[in-house]
């Protein structure tokens, strides 16, 4: 069974920063790519990023392209979400996810089937 615990949310102001991370158990981590996922009050859940197993390659939905990086580090079984000028509308509970392959930077939501508990993020104005 695979384990995913999301770390390090909180309530920051506009303009600011968060590091998101999520460690995980339970199978070959280095084996599979990981997503980085978003559910807003009222929205549905939609994906922010993803990462290859091995960390080469990355996707970002266009929202936060030059504002958040995603990076892993297989050695500790953790993945990462660093988030910069943050907005108000980046205001979320914050997922992560294993995919079902090492390369499905690209999968929609059903190509994942381990997710964490969420993560929430709150961003005054």
């Known amino acids: 069974q695979v384990h995913l615990v999301e770390s390090g949310g909180g309530l920051v102001q506009a303009g600011g920063s968060l590091r998101l991370s999520c460690a995980a158990s339970?199978?070959?981590?280095?084996?599979?790519?990981m997503g980085w996922f978003r559910q807003a009050p009222e929205k549905e859940r939609e994906f922010v990023a993803a990462?290859?197993?091995?960390?080469?390659?990355?996707y970002y939905v266009d929202s936060v392209k030059g504002r958040f990086t995603v990076s892993r580090d297989n050695a500790k079984n953790t993945v990462y979400l660093q988030m910069n000028s943050l907005k108000p509308d980046d205001t979320a509970v914050y997922y992560c996810?294993?995919?079902?392959?090492?390369?499905?930077?690209?999968?929609?939501?059903?190509?994942?089937?381990?997710w964490g508990q969420g993560t929430q993020v709150t961003v005054s104005s």
């Open positions: 339970g199978r070959t981590f280095s084996s599979y790519a």
């Open positions: 990462i290859s197993s091995s960390g080469g390659h990355t």
């Open positions: 996810a294993q995919a079902m392959g090492a390369d499905y930077i690209y999968a929609p939501e059903t190509g994942y089937d381990y």
